[in-house]
């Protein structure tokens, strides 16, 4: 039996109003079949919701590299309401925030007043991995 069919046959009965209960360490059938996901480590169950009120147990991640005038970039990004800045040394920042779209928005707009050259830019959305990283403090195990 093919993994389509059986993930078909588990959203069938849900849809038609059973309980299933569906284990699995691949956070990408989770995320797809499951309404309500509860993280178990050791044993224990450490969090059950649904998937996005887990995701907004952490911040999105905006990370960029710039060629110069980090200092002045960090002291402008530090000043956005919203706008958290991890500790970085070096031409890296980091910055935290709830919603990314709107803090890149305000990142490139400081980056154009400043005259600062972006060399690397990385955005990343809050996700089941990430979530179940914080809550074991471990990495995803077979």
């Known amino acids: ?3 389509n069919h059986i993930f078909e ?3 069938r009965l849900a849809a038609s109003g059973v309980t299933v209960v569906y284990t699995s360490h691949y956070i ?4 797809s ?25 952490l911040h999105g991640l ?11 970039l960090r002291n402008t990004l530090s000043a ?16 935290e925030c709830r919603d990314t779209k ?12 400043l ?6 830019l990385e955005v990343t959305e809050p996700n089941l991995e990430r979530v179940f990283l914080h809550l074991t403090g471990r990495a995803l195990r077979d």
């Open 1 to 3: 039996m093919s993994h």
């Open 9 to 11: 046959e588990v959203r």
């Open 28 to 31: 990408e059938e989770v995320e």
């Open 33 to 57: 079949l499951c309404s309500r996901i509860g993280i178990i480590d050791h044993g224990k169950l450490v969090a059950c919701d649904q998937l996005e009120s887990l995701l907004q147990q």
């Open 62 to 72: 905006i990370r960029l590299r710039v060629d110069d005038g980090t200092e002045r």
């Open 80 to 95: 956005i309401p919203g706008a958290s800045l991890n500790g970085q040394d070096g031409p890296w920042l980091e910055v």
């Open 102 to 113: 709107t803090m890149l928005a305000r990142v490139i707009t400081a980056l154009n007043e």
């Open 115 to 120: 005259d600062v050259k972006l060399v690397s």
